[in-house]
Structure formats: structure tokens, C-alpha cells
């Protein structure tokens, strides 16, 4: 009799002392979160975190992705990034990154700078002094049976002004490309709130480094690829 009861209540016992820290539902995620978050979320995924001793919970609020740390006895919730010294990476930021999803006929191309003509398509996040964005801009030109979209996304005060020279010049694509060759352009003079606006996308999308790659499949891909990695990427993302 004393044998059974044992039995009965280990488990029990195992669950009410240790059960929190084998699985977090959906369920409690959102009950715990609702209190922080004074909009509308969902949970998109849950799973332990870098941290030890917390959940990693990844919250849909709109269009954004927003990572929350709980940790494993539900009282403590933090809100920030986590940095790894040993690797000197951002852990969140690069979790983000992976989690990032475009679909490529969202993208406003009207704010964009068209090269060439086909079937395929790109849309590249290009800063105009960046020199690895001029070395791309050089090959994607080579590039058959391609059209690109170049955003605009200067990474400093000194791209920024250089851009809205671009997007005001009659002819955007000649002047990009004299500002990649140092060339310096007439002030602006028109309405430059495209530029705002790929700004805006790009810091969603956790754009924070140039050329900056969206493929047709709604992949990302960060800094100068190589000729032929980029046409088989190309084939990959279009089927063509």
C-alpha cells in the first residue's frame, strides 16, 4: 500500500516542483504577456532561450516581430537584447534576423531605383557610399534576364544627404552612380520622403548593414555576394 502511493504521487510531486521549467504553452505565454503588451499580439513561437533559466517567446504585434525573455518560475519578463561577450554577437538581434520574413510585391518599388529589364527581380537596400554596393551595382549591370530595385538607405548623415541628391537628379540610376564614383550632385530639391519611408522598412526588416539583398522568394541576404553565389541564388528565388 505505502509501494502505490509512492508511485501515485512522485510523478506528481515531480511535475508541481519541476513542471514550469519542461514547457511554457501558448496558453500561459499569452496570459503572462497580455499585462505587458497593451495591444493586440499573438505568439508566434516559444523555445528555451540563449539565457539560461528563461523562455525565448516571439510575439506578432502587426507587422513587427518582438522577442520577450520569461523566465522558467513565470515572474521575471525581460524586454532588451542579449549579448554574448565570447562571440561578441547580439543574440536577439541575430535571432531576429532569422526571423524575418518579405513578401517581395509588398515592397513600395515606386521608392525604388529600377535597373534593367526581365523576369527576374531583386531589390537590393543600397548606400551611396558604400563601396561594396558600387562593386555589386557593377556586376548586377552584367546580369541577364534581371531587373533590380536599388532602395535607397544611407547608413550616415552624409549618405542621407547624398541620397536625396539621387532621388531629386532626372535621372536616378546615372546619378547613383556617379555618387558611388564620388561625384558630388546638386543640392535637393524636391520631395525626398522615399528615402524616409525605405528607411522605415529597412530598420523593420533589421536592415542595419549595406547592399542588404531581398530575393523573390522573400529570402534576405546580407552584403556582397559573390558573382556566381548571386546567380544561383537568382535561379533559386525566381525558378528561372
Not at 509501494?3 to 496558453?27: D, H, Q, Y
Not at 554574448?84 to 532569422?98: A, E, G, I, P, S
Not at 524636391?190 to 536592415?207: H, P, Q, S, W, Y
Request: contains cysteine.
Amino acid at each position: 500500500m505505502k509501494r502505490t502511493t509512492v508511485s501515485i504521487f512522485f510523478p506528481f510531486l515531480v511535475l508541481l516542483l519541476f513542471g514550469k521549467s519542461f514547457a511554457l504553452t501558448n496558453e500561459e505565454a499569452t496570459h503572462i504577456l497580455k499585462d505587458y503588451i497593451k495591444t493586440e499580439f499573438r505568439i508566434l513561437e516559444m523555445k528555451e532561450a540563449p539565457l539560461e533559466g528563461f523562455w525565448e517567446v516571439v510575439c506578432g504585434i502587426g507587422q513587427d516581430r518582438v522577442i520577450l525573455y520569461v523566465d522558467k518560475n513565470l515572474r521575471f519578463i525581460i524586454s532588451g537584447q542579449i549579448l554574448d561577450r565570447q562571440t561578441k554577437r547580439n543574440l536577439t538581434l541575430d535571432r531576429l534576423k532569422d526571423l524575418r520574413t518579405v513578401d517581395p510585391s509588398t515592397l513600395p518599388v515606386e521608392n525604388a531605383i529600377p535597373m534593367g529589364e526581365g523576369r527576374r527581380k531583386l531589390y537590393v537596400f543600397t548606400d551611396p557610399q558604400c563601396h561594396f554596393c558600387f562593386q555589386l551595382h557593377e556586376e548586377l549591370k552584367q546580369i541577364k534576364d534581371l531587373q533590380v530595385f536599388f532602395f535607397l538607405y544611407p547608413l550616415a548623415p552624409a549618405s542621407y544627404e547624398k541620397a536625396k541628391s539621387i532621388w531629386c537628379s532626372k535621372d536616378r540610376a546615372k546619378a547613383l552612380e556617379e555618387t558611388y564614383q564620388g561625384k558630388e550632385l546638386k543640392p535637393p530639391s524636391c520631395d525626398t520622403t522615399a528615402i524616409n519611408k525605405n528607411m522605415e522598412i529597412g530598420r523593420r526588416l533589421f536592415v542595419d548593414s549595406t547592399p542588404t539583398l531581398l530575393f523573390q522568394n522573400g529570402k534576405i541576404v546580407e552584403g556582397y555576394v559573390l558573382p556566381d553565389a548571386l546567380e544561383n541564388l537568382l535561379k533559386l528565388s525566381s525558378g528561372l
